[in-house]
């Protein structure tokens, strides 16, 4: 069983920034490629980022390109979001998601086996 924490989330200001970390319990991170989700009230939930197993991969949906980065340690078995000049749009609930790689990254929340329990992120204007 893989097990997946979040932390980092928070409320902060429009343009200010937050690290979110997804920590991966057992010896196989490196077999599952990583995602990234989140979901707003009354909507749902979107992907926003993923990586490869080696991380040389990486995907984002266009609403974040260029502000977000996903990164990966497999040593310390944590996934990382790096959010930067946050909107307001941004705010909801991130979560970390893990799919044995299949030889492709999957934007589709179906696609992911394990996920975690979420973390908000909040951001005023």
């Known amino acids: 069983q893989v097990q997946l924490v979040e932390s980092g989330g928070g409320s902060v200001q429009a343009g200010e920034s937050l690290r979110l970390s997804c920590a991966v319990s057992?010896?196989?991170?490196?077999?599952?490629?990583m995602g990234w989700f989140r979901q707003a009230p009354g909507k749902e939930r979107e992907f926003v980022a993923a990586?490869?197993?080696?991380?040389?991969?990486?995907s984002y949906t266009q609403s974040v390109k260029g502000r977000f980065t996903i990164s990966r340690d497999n040593a310390e078995t944590t996934a990382y979001l790096q959010m930067n000049t946050l909107k307001p749009e941004d705010t909801a609930v991130y979560y970390c998601?893990?799919?044995?790689?299949?030889?492709?990254?999957?934007?589709?929340?179906?696609?992911?086996?394990?996920w975690g329990q979420g973390t908000q992120v909040t951001v005023s204007s």
């Open positions: 990586i490869g197993v080696s991380g040389g991969i990486t």
């Open positions: 998601a893990a799919d044995l790689n299949r030889g492709r990254i999957y934007l589709e929340p179906r696609a992911y086996d394990f």
């Open positions: 057992g010896r196989t991170f490196n077999r599952y490629n």
